[in-house]
């Protein structure tokens, strides 16, 4: 970390650190950055603004696009995966998508340590989707979420669920905390504190914060404070999209901002470190708002996309002279880009003879392709509906 760049940031101060550093073996003593309380006022320029206000009219798009599906529910998983797949790499770990899509139909002992991890977030994050419409963001949800998301993974540690009780750093590990890119508030009554604020201004209701900078300051605030011993990147991209529902901006969470953030996370990150050196949330929150605006838009576009297939899909149906359960199953596709007919019947409540009857017609017709060439457990993709939901 720079020391000295750091040392001069109005917006918050360093406070020595030592310890031991058991990955190397050796002793340290660095120096740690403490936010100040997130501000009341954000100064930005008029193109921030815009971007902003851009930012805000695309999300209401996407709202009103996701209206228009004829189960909007049904969008909620691929969309989830995918985000995933995405916030998860940005971290580190990576599992193909095709994979994730999958994944329910994938058995536990062949699942790779990869996919479980990013198949936890899919699990924290439709825990957090249940707990935002009784609770308001709080450490106890965000805690929550967290064990969730770092259990039976390499992340698991003895403070999970809690705020950390160690001292970490951000940077390559072999490298040590000296070397490192930044070094959050060190374990504690600073954390503790620190934590409290951001809970408290992420809930002020009275304030005059536009929510989408609201959302961008509050995700700095978070990653700063970075309270948790693992997680904390991918659980502060989830924290954006409960504050969008919780604030009734999105009924359903489809933002996907991590594949936006992952092409870019070099950028990303340094916009994220500057604002503490300069003080400066402007260049940040307008990066943020672009990111916004653009995913809103790619959205957006794929829901219309998913659309016209569904409607195709349908016509081959009707050209073909089928009807009932085969027809139930075409009108569901946009949400099951891989399937099985198991799932399907389960979900269905038919037998699995009925369900495997229309599998065989829809493979006839050339809407379903198997993918696996195994006699039972067979996993089925929609190639129309996969192709679009796994566009980069």
Known sequence: MDVERFTKSPIGHLVSIKGHDLFLDLDYNHFAFVPDPAPTVVQLTQATYKAVTDASLALGRLDFAVRRLPDPRLLVGPVLRREAQSTSELEGTFAPLDEVLAADFIEASRQSAELREVMNYVAAAERGFELVKELPICVRMLGELQLILVRGTRGEMSDSGRLRETQVFIGERELGIQQSRFVPVPEGDLLRDGVSNWEKWI??????????????????????????????????RLVVVLQLMEAGMLAYPVLNLSPWLKRRKEDYRSLLREVSITGDFDPWVRFFATAVEAQAADMVQRIEELLAVREGLLQIVRDNRKHGFVVDIVEDLIGYPSLTPTSTAERHGVTYNTANDAFAKLEKMEILREITGAKYGRIFVCPGVRRIVTRP
């Open 203 to 236: 809930n002020n209701a009275t304030d005059q914060i536009p929510l989408l900078v609201k959302a961008a300051v509050g995700h700095y605030q978070f990653e700063t404070l970075h309270p948790f011993s693992d997680g904390n990147g991918r659980l502060g």
